[in-house]
């Protein structure tokens, strides 16, 4: 059952065992999770409720008024020689899950060791995540993209890497008869996509998990060290608060995002000196390429291919594309350069990649309802941003590129490598780059003690008993690979620690 709470006009209170607030891909796989345990759940969402033939319908402007943060305009202030970087997020029922463009990553071994090794963290290892990896995949149905999906302009930047070397594979993403229609970040309009809102949340609501949409939390209720419950606000068609409403239950688990979990945390006076602290982003940007020939960028699955090759310099280069209406709208230039550069739309192709990062980002509650973020990149993080930048440039002139578009403010089109090198070499101010993120990970992060992080290895806060974090902001260190995956992994893990642990923790409740 979903509850708009647009249309409420009278107060909600309810009991349940287990209150969850935020639908994303945390939060909609602990609540299905909780849910088939035969646990009453109950999943609070800020944003609205939309069903998938209403999103696959709208302009790729109107789905980010309607179900993304900010409107898709956030972003984290750079502080010393860091670029401003754009930062997406979902707001809606499903959450960010609705705008991914569908790539399934797990974890890369290297990190889960570091987890166990260095951080000491416990069944975290690659045995011990590979079941709920497995579980997870099944769940969303995570398959290979077949290598007939690709758009010519992807097999080009392919074909560039092959003569230099490097290995690309093809993507695996969550999908179900995709048919290219290439607008995966805007909400899939043939269903392809199995976000959480088509997967983990309606087979939620099978086992009796009600959702409350247009539902802003703003804040948990504890006494004695337990989490009670929480309260807020429906909001009405304008996003203004209107009437209140009120869920007592034996846990809380927060899944509001990287962004927002530690607002919510903050604002219940919760949480520690960790809280907010230790975000990190994987910095991303994005090379175009002209090339002679039609390269039709949005033929195929919108992501198709990668490359680890350079993973272990904290580097991961990854397809891309997006609708030609955004693209256009992204162009460098003005008037006839603008429009020349439209008409040659079929001959553009572009390849991205994103940086492993160290925690250089701080979530810190704003004026209004939006957070303030700031992010101090590290001078290791920026060189090697400025190396994707080479290296993807590389391998669009590898592959026969006429001119190179580099993220850079101002910078004309690259004509060579040697012009590749020498951006490299005296790199520009970090604000002139051109950067976004999608993956925010890390702000209330899982530690082994109690001094370094703001969950426990279960996912419970060290400062509040019964009361979880269960999305992104938990992961320990950035991942180097797209989050979905892993946040749903992690998640699964905390949910089936609470549900094997029910009974311990509904003592406590009482
Ligand atoms: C455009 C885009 C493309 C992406 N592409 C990929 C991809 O291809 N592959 C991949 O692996 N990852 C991708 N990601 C990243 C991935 O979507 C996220 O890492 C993941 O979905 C985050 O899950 P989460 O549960 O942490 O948070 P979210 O999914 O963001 O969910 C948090 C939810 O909590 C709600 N909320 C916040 N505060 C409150 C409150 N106080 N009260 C009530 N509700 C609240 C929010 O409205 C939101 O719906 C992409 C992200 C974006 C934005
Ligand atoms: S490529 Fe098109 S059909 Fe496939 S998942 Fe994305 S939007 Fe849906």
């Known amino acids: 059952m979903i509850l708009r ?3 409420e006009k009278k107060p909600f209170s309810a009991k349940v065992d287990v209150a969850i607030v935020g639908s994303g891909a945390g939060g909609a796989v602990v609540a299905e999770t909780l849910a088939k345990c035969g646990l009453s759940v109950i999943v ?3 944003g609205g409720h939309y069903t ?3 999103y696959g319908t709208f302009r790729p402007s109107y789905t980010f008024r309607r179900m993304a943060r900010e409107a898709g305009l956030s972003a984290a202030l750079g502080l010393g020689d860091t670029p401003l970087i754009s930062l997406l997020a979902g707001k809606a029922v499903g959450g960010s899950s609705i705008l991914t463009g569908g790539v ?5 071994e290297q990190f889960l060791m570091e987890w166990t090794r260095d951080l000491h963290i416990p069944r975290v290892s690659p045995e011990a995540l590979a079941p709920m990896f497995e579980e997870v995949e099944q769940a969303i149905s995570v398959e290979t993209v077949p290598i007939d999906m690709r758009s010519r302009a992807t097999e080009l930047f392919v ?5 230099m070397g490097i290995k690309m594979k093809p993507l695996r993403r969550n999908t179900t008869g995709c048919k290219g229609a290439g607008r995966c970040n805007f909400g899939c309009p043939h269903g392809a996509k199995m976000s959480v809102d088509l997967s983990y949340l309606p087979a939620a609501q099978r086992h009796g998990t009600v959702i409350l949409s247009d539902a802003l939390v703003d804040r948990v209720d504890t006494s004695g060290g337990v989490a009670r419950g929480v309260r807020g606000r429906f909001l009405d068609e304008a996003g203004e608060p209107g009437v209140p409403f009120e869920v007592r239950a034996k846990i809380v688990v927060v899944a509001c995002g990287s962004m927002h979990t530690p ?8 949480g520690g000196h960790n809280i907010g602290r230790h975000l990190t982003l994987h910095p991303a940007v994005r090379v175009g390429a002209l090339f002679d020939e039609a390269v039709n960028g949005w033929d195929g699955a919108m992501q198709s291919a990668f490359s680890d090759h350079y993973l272990d310099d904290g580097i991961t280069l990854n397809g891309v594309y997006a609708p030609v209406n955004v693209l256009a709208a992204a162009f460098p230039g003005v008037g006839r350069a603008h429009k020349a550069l439209v008409h040659q739309m079929p001959n553009l192709g572009f390849f991205g990649a994103m940086v492993h990062d160290e925690g250089g980002g701080t979530v810190r509650r704003g004026l209004g309802r939006e ?8 001078a290791r993080d920026k060189t090697r941003l400025l190396r994707s930048i080479t290296i993807l440039g590389k391998m669009a002139f590898a592959a026969g590129a006429k001119e190179v578009f580099a993220p850079v403010f101002g910078m004309p089109t690259l004509k060579s490598v040697a012009e590749l090198e020498a951006l490299e070499a005296s790199p520009p101010k970090a604000h002139k780059i051109e950067c976004l993120a ?3 990970l890390g702000s209330a992060k899982m530690s082994a003690r109690e001094d370094d992080g703001v969950v426990s290895p279960t996912g419970e806060t060290w400062s509040v008993k019964n009361l979880f974090v269960g999305d992104g902001s938990v992961l320990p260190t950035s991942i180097g690979v797209n989050s979905q995956l892993p946040i749903m992994a992690m998640a699964l893990r905390t949910a089936k620690g609470i549900a094997d642990d029910w009974k311990r923790y509904a003592a406590v409740a009482r």
């Not at 074909?159 to 003569?163: L, N, S, V």
């Open 5 to 7: 709470g647009r249309e």
């Open 44 to 46: 609070i969402e800020e």
């Open 52 to 54: 998938q033939p209403e």
């Open 104 to 108: 399934c990553f797990r974890i890369p």
């Open 159 to 163: 074909e560039g890497a092959a003569k």
């Open 263 to 270: 607002v919510l945390l903050k604002n219940s006076g919760l």
């Open 371 to 378: 957070p303030v973020i700031t992010y101090r990149m590290a």
């Open 438 to 440: 999608f993956h925010p």
